[in-house]
């Protein structure tokens, strides 16, 4: 990645006028050493497998079997609770008892760290006393304590509550012990292993998150909100409005959550919340499945929240529960798993596009490694894609968008890479002058290792194919999405987006490196050595001093204000530049007496005002980057032009020109229609409205 950003490149002729042709550089040239630094290094490596292939031979004739390649668990693998897992059920419960009680706790003086210390102490000691002295027979029991799961999610609680809901998380595993004559284990081993585990995480994230109002960003918000309020206005998606990161991720999930709980902000929180319940267990289920191992999935689940501590981040939740379904088919030798796998990948383009993509090279490279008969999960990953898209094509179809669908996806939103490509970002010059400790805590310098380590291995191990053994198939996908989503860092140097996967991936690769046999062979003790590293970069210690304090007091943010005028600004805060903006659109609103129907042409990318007040967006795109080429420019023209609905346009607010680069250069032929068609009118500070020449009612004074 690092070559990458020293080759020569330069802008492409009839580029569109976007950041890469602003700073004078081609983004393909970006993705094509990507795909170069990717794709040659793994041919290389196809002819270093065959000789390597040629000593495996050798090796069998000589009676010399290989330590990683067989995929059959061991008796103790095959238990439901395993003694690694039994210890990672007493840290999840000891972790949700932790949330529970550290609000109370802290406020009458107990630090958050000696309370978590000795809530593991208390747990461990519960399941050695249920189980009479066996830790994986008291380990049940603790499954018990899910039923207080749901607390976190109910916002703030007095004091008293949150006491009574911690210490019904210690009394209910024992009150389970007491009807186990009720032979309840087999249910709670289950509940334990598949609500417990990951849930102990969501809720502590809840608690941590949800316990205030969210900040509202009508640029941000605005990609879903907007088209969220055309489809609840009857609009149909890529016909009427571009969903530009996929049509759940922007729009679909949003009105969902609306239709349910509510046609405002309140009602668009709580759809967040709901379907933020799978963004944690989707890591725990990565892990899980690419080893059959509940322990491993724990261990990255808890690896990746000290990387990216939030409550949820809906794009990326249906990739990562597909990628964990893609590794567990790759082990498991299943047809109905690969089928699973191929609905999901086509049911991935309709949810976040860039995700998908990337979903689609881990299957791939699940498919090359997995077990069994190649050809035949090959077929059936394609019998399930054909069924996904062919129900999805009949769906569009009746709609009467099938034909928009595919062009926008597949061709429209790809073409949009000179449009938005920042290409790699440049480590930072005095990072050179810093310890390495200070270049490791760099998340785009630990990225950049991480992929080339990634790259690396995957060079050495993918043309093996299925012989690389179970330990390298669990990780071999994974690493494959974080090098397929150095795309992210290419298109907007979102250096979290290939994060995602790297806690998981970690996990999996210091497995790798242990092998199997005793804990005291170097290979353990450096694979147990580079965990304890990793985690110590992340400082955790830091990071649940925070959340305590989160969790303890949930401070607004200073300078927010709650709005309830426009009614769908309620359930949410707002900062002063996003308030003054609302204050601006409702003033210009009475001041031309805006009446029911009519709207104005956002030429500054605030798609969320749309969605504020309940106005139709008179074009089909929510930012302006989407037409700058000629074609798309004309067809806003139109579109304005005889919507007589279209009084005024917003020409500049707060926020600003995306990446620096002003919208009049971005799209100079609707500039100079809106400069010849509408006159300023109403100016709040940096915002300001334009008026139709025939719609004026009180022009602007002059400055």
């Given at each position: 990645?690092?070559?990458?950003t020293?080759?020569?490149?330069?802008?492409a002729?009839?580029?569109?006028?976007?950041?890469?042709?602003?700073?004078?550089f081609?983004?393909?040239?970006?993705?094509?050493?990507l795909i170069?630094?990717?794709?040659?290094?793994?041919?290389?490596?196809?002819?270093?497998?065959?000789?390597?292939?040629?000593?495996?031979?050798?090796?069998?004739?000589?009676?010399?079997s290989?330590?990683?390649?067989?995929?059959?668990?061991?008796?103790?693998?095959?238990?439901?609770?395993?003694?690694?897992?039994?210890?990672?059920?007493?840290?999840?419960?000891?972790?949700?008892v932790?949330?529970?009680?550290?609000?109370p706790?802290?406020?009458?003086?107990?630090?958050?760290?000696?309370?978590?210390?000795?809530l593991?102490?208390?747990?461990?000691?519960?399941?050695?006393?249920?189980?009479?002295?066996?830790?994986?027979?008291?380990?049940?029991?603790?499954?018990?304590?899910?039923?207080?799961?749901?607390?976190?999610?109910?916002?703030?609680?007095?004091?008293?509550?949150?006491?009574?809901?911690?210490?019904?998380?210690?009394?209910?595993?024992?009150?389970?012990?007491?009807?186990?004559?009720?032979?309840p284990?087999a249910?709670?081993?289950?509940?334990?292993?598949?609500?417990?585990?990951?849930?102990?995480?969501?809720?502590?994230?809840?608690a941590?998150?949800?316990?205030?109002?969210?900040?509202?960003?009508?640029?941000?918000?605005?990609?879903?909100?907007?088209?969220?309020?055309?489809?609840?206005?009857?609009?149909?998606?890529?016909?009427?409005?571009?969903?530009?990161?996929?049509?759940?991720?922007?729009?679909?999930?949003?009105?969902?959550?609306m239709?349910?709980?509510?046609?405002?902000?309140?009602g668009?929180?709580?759809?967040?919340?709901?379907?933020?319940?799978?963004?944690?267990?989707?890591f725990?289920?990565?892990?899980?499945?690419?080893?059959?191992?509940p322990?491993?999935?724990?261990?990255?689940?808890?690896?990746?929240?000290?990387?990216?501590?939030?409550?949820a981040?809906?794009?990326?939740?249906?990739?990562?529960?597909?990628?964990?379904?893609?590794?567990?088919?790759?082990?498991?030798?299943?047809?109905?798993?690969?089928?699973?796998?191929?609905?999901?990948?086509?049911?991935?383009?309709?949810?976040?596009?860039?995700?998908?993509?990337?979903?689609?090279?881990?299957?791939?490279?699940?498919?090359w490694?997995?077990?069994?008969?190649?050809?035949?999960?090959?077929?059936f990953?394609?019998?399930g894609?054909?069924?996904?898209?062919?129900?999805?094509?009949?769906?569009?179809?009746?709609?009467?968008?099938?034909?928009?669908?595919?062009?926008?996806?597949?061709?429209?939103?790809?073409?949009?890479?000179?449009?938005?490509?920042?290409?790699?970002?440049?480590?930072?010059?005095?990072?050179?002058?810093?310890?390495?400790?200070?270049?490791?805590?760099?998340?785009?310098?630990?990225?950049y290792?991480?992929?080339?380590?990634?790259?690396?291995?995957?060079?050495?191990?993918?043309?093996?194919?299925?012989?690389?053994g179970?330990?390298?198939?669990?990780?071999?996908?994974?690493?494959?999405?974080?090098?397929a989503?150095?795309?992210?860092?290419?298109?907007?140097?979102?250096?979290?987006?290939?994060?995602?996967?790297?806690?998981?991936?970690?996990?999996?690769?210091?497995?790798?490196?242990?092998?199997?046999?005793?804990?005291?062979?170097?290979?353990?003790?450096?694979?147990?050595?580079?965990?304890?590293?990793?985690?110590w970069?992340?400082?955790?210690?830091?990071?649940?001093?925070?959340?305590?304090?989160?969790?303890?007091?949930?401070?607004?943010?200073?300078?927010?204000?709650?709005?309830?005028?426009?009614?769908?600004?309620?359930?949410?805060?707002?900062g002063?530049?996003?308030?003054?903006?609302?204050?601006?659109?409702?003033?210009?609103?009475?001041?031309?007496?805006?009446l029911?129907?009519?709207?104005?042409?956002?030429?500054?990318?605030?798609?969320?005002?749309?969605?504020?007040?309940?106005?139709?967006?008179?074009?089909?795109?929510?930012?302006?980057?989407?037409?700058?080429s000629?074609?798309?420019?004309?067809?806003?023209i139109?579109?304005?032009?005889?919507?007589?609905?279209?009084?005024?346009?917003?020409?500049?607010?707060?926020?600003?020109?995306?990446?620096?680069?002003?919208?009049?250069?971005?799209?100079?032929?609707?500039?100079?229609?809106?400069?010849e068609?509408?006159?300023?009118?109403?100016?709040?500070?940096?915002?300001?409205?334009?008026?139709?020449?025939?719609?004026?009612?009180?022009?602007?004074?002059?400055?």
């Open positions: 990645m690092i070559l990458a020293l080759l020569p490149r330069h802008p002729r009839g580029q569109l006028p976007g950041y890469a042709a602003a700073r004078g081609d983004p393909r040239i970006d993705v094509l050493c170069l630094l990717s794709g040659l290094p793994i041919l290389a490596g196809a002819g270093g497998s065959r000789a390597a292939a040629a000593v495996l031979r050798r090796r069998r004739r000589a009676g010399v290989p330590s990683d390649s067989s995929d059959a668990p061991s008796r103790a693998q095959q238990a439901l609770l395993t003694f690694p897992t039994a210890l990672c059920a007493v840290a999840a419960h000891a972790l949700l932790w949330t529970l009680l550290v609000a706790l802290s406020a009458g003086g107990v630090t958050s760290l000696a309370l978590l210390v000795g593991l102490a208390v747990s461990l000691g519960l399941v050695l006393a249920l189980g009479g002295g066996r830790l994986r027979d008291g380990a049940v029991f603790l499954g018990a304590a899910c039923a207080v799961l749901p607390f976190p999610f109910l916002g703030r609680r007095p004091a008293a509550l949150w006491l009574a809901a911690g210490a019904a998380a210690l009394a209910l595993p024992i009150a389970a012990r007491l009807i186990s004559r009720l032979r284990e249910f709670l081993r289950a509940v334990t292993l598949a609500v417990l585990l990951p849930g102990s995480v969501t809720a502590l994230a809840a941590a998150v949800l316990g205030r109002p969210g900040v509202a960003d009508l640029f941000e918000d605005g990609h879903s909100l907007l088209p969220a309020s055309e489809y609840l206005r009857g609009e149909l998606p890529y016909r009427d409005i571009v969903p530009g990161h996929g049509l759940v991720a922007d729009g679909l999930l949003q009105t969902a959550s239709k349910l709980f509510g046609d405002d902000y309140r668009v929180r709580r759809g967040e919340k709901l379907f933020g319940l799978f963004f944690w267990p989707a725990y289920a990565l892990g899980y499945a690419a080893t059959g191992s322990a491993m999935g724990f261990g990255g689940l808890i690896l990746s929240s000290l990387c990216f501590p939030q409550y981040f809906p794009r990326v939740i249906v990739s990562l529960w597909t990628l964990a379904l893609a590794t567990y088919a790759s082990r498991a030798k299943k047809p109905a798993a690969w089928f699973l796998c191929g609905a999901a990948l086509s049911g991935n383009f309709c949810v976040a596009i860039d995700f998908a993509s990337y979903t689609a090279v881990g299957a791939a490279i699940a498919l490694v997995g077990r069994g008969r190649r050809n035949v999960h090959a077929v990953l394609l019998l894609a054909v069924a996904a898209s062919a129900a999805i094509a009949v769906a569009f179809a009746i709609l009467g968008v099938l034909r928009d669908f595919a062009a926008t996806t597949f061709v429209f939103i790809p073409s949009l890479l000179p449009v938005y490509a920042q290409s790699f970002p440049r480590l930072p010059v005095e990072l050179g002058r810093r310890s390495g400790i200070d270049l490791l805590r760099d998340g785009t310098a630990f990225l290792g991480f992929a080339a380590l990634s790259l690396v291995l995957l060079a050495t191990l993918l043309p093996a194919g299925p012989r690389v179970h330990r390298a198939r669990a990780m071999l996908p994974l690493l494959g999405w974080i090098l989503a150095m795309l992210s860092v290419v298109e907007r140097q979102h250096v979290g987006y290939p994060f995602f996967a790297v806690p998981v991936a970690l996990v999996l690769m210091l497995r790798w490196l242990r092998g199997g046999g005793s804990s005291r062979t170097p290979r353990a003790l450096a694979s147990a050595a580079a965990l304890v590293a990793v985690v970069l992340w400082r955790p210690v830091p990071l649940l001093v925070a959340v305590a304090r989160a969790i303890e007091d949930p401070r607004l943010p200073p300078q927010a204000v709650a709005i309830d005028d426009p009614p769908r600004a309620r359930g949410a805060l707002f002063q530049r996003d308030a003054r903006l609302i204050r601006a659109t409702a003033e210009m609103m009475r001041r031309a007496r805006f029911p129907g009519e709207t104005w042409l956002d030429f500054d990318d605030v798609a969320g005002l749309y969605f504020l007040f309940d106005r139709d967006c008179p074009i089909r795109y929510y930012e302006v980057p989407f037409y700058e000629e074609e798309a420019q004309r067809e806003v139109a579109a304005v032009t005889r919507n007589r609905r279209v009084r005024a346009a917003l020409m500049s607010s707060d926020y600003g020109a995306i990446d620096g680069i002003p919208n009049s250069a971005r799209a100079p032929l609707v500039a100079a229609f809106l400069r068609h509408f006159r300023p009118f109403h100016r709040d500070g940096p915002v300001e409205f334009w008026l139709r020449e025939d719609a004026a009612e009180a022009p602007l004074p002059a400055p």
